[in-house]
């Protein structure tokens, strides 16, 4: 969910130091700028589902995730899941 620091609104673009614009701005950093305004960042997760395709609950918090297991995972075991999402 590391993508999400790009998503409009996060922290991360709310506390970005704003570029020094005062002698000259390279094309990169004016490009950089332009494309934070137009670029939608995120994962736009549309649902999670186990190896059967059942669904699963998740929470998402920023960039954390959470899925919400139906039954405890046995120590060193997997479960397996599927997630349907658009970046």
Not at 16 to 44: V, Y
Not at 59 to 85: C, E, G, H, Q
Request: no cysteine; glycine share 6%.
């Amino acid at each position: 969910m590391d993508q999400n620091i790009f998503e409009p609104g996060s922290d991360a673009i709310a506390t970005a130091t704003a570029p020094n614009l005062s002698d000259r701005a390279s094309f990169n950093t004016i490009r950089s700028l332009l494309a934070r305004e137009s670029f939608e960042g995120g994962f736009k997760i549309h649902g999670v589902t186990d190896a059967e395709g059942g669904p699963l609950k998740y929470t998402i918090v920023k960039t954390m995730m959470r899925i919400d297991l139906p039954t405890p995972l046995p120590p060193a075991n997997r479960r397996p899941s599927k997630f349907a999402s658009t970046t």
